[in-house]
T-cell receptor, first 114, second 116 residues
């Protein structure tokens, strides 16, 4: 049981390049999330999804896009990379059983924009 | 709007000391959930506990205990007889009811150093 898998683990981009951070989960969770964690800071919610075909903005959505075509996958797209997007990105998933179950996190993607 | 405040940026203790990490939250939701997560130096995020807004019962799990008080909007975390392995960043988080889609706010975290 892999849980939440993020790829790649590390990436260096040049300013203006684009890329997609992949996230997949095998727990059949309906809720999925993308966070960024800047050095020495807490996690900021970028986008989240309550199910396939449904996404919504979090606290810091600018510069990012997401899609959720399947329950398992929730990719995060950076269209025009900027130095301010240098961060560690975490994907997470959870589910509801009448109450909000805790989120399971991937190992993170460390992204540097130079 | 939701908000989570962890006023303690860093705490340093000597092994075997007790330590309390503070968490104060703000929300207008009547149904909400509070969480504590641990981030060790290796970087992964580990779930520790969840509390529902309708359950103010405190909880103890080994050396860990949690004190949830709705009257003061606080959800504090105590480690008894701290150990070096407890050194990590600890995050408090808040999510709303189902109608909010699980929108979750994290505090800035408290970095705990436990010295041998």
């Amino acid at each position: 049981n892999a849980g939440v898998t993020q790829t790649p683990k590390f990436r260096i981009l040049k300013i203006g390049q684009s890329m997609t951070l992949q996230c997949t989960q095998d727990m059949n969770h309906n809720y999925m999330y993308w966070y960024r964690q800047d050095p020495g800071m807490g996690l900021k919610l970028i986008y989240y999804s309550v199910g396939a075909g449904i996404t919504d903005k979090g606290e810091v959505p600018n510069g990012y896009n997401v899609s959720r075509s399947t329950t398992e996958d929730f990719p995060l797209r950076l269209e025009l990379a900027a130095p301010s997007q240098t961060s560690v990105y975490f994907c997470a998933s959870s589910y509801w059983t009448g109450i909000h179950q805790p989120q399971h996190f991937g190992d993170g993607t460390r992204l540097s924009i130079l | 709007a939701q908000k989570v405040t962890q006023a303690q940026t860093e705490i340093s203790v000597v092994e075997k000391e007790d330590v309390t990490l503070d968490c104060v939250y703000e929300t207008r939701d009547t149904t909400y959930y509070l969480f504590w997560y641990k981030q060790p130096p290796s970087g992964e995020l580990v779930f520790l506990i969840r509390r529902n807004s309708f359950d103010e019962q405190n909880e103890i799990s080994g050396r860990y205990s949690w004190n949830f008080q709705k009257s003061t909007s606080s959800f504090n975390f105590t480690i008894t007889a701290s150990q070096v392995v407890d050194s990590a960043v600890y995050f408090c988080a808040l999510s709303g009811g189902r109608n909010t889609g699980g929108f979750t706010i994290f505090g800035a975290g408290t970095r705990l150093f436990v010295k041998a």
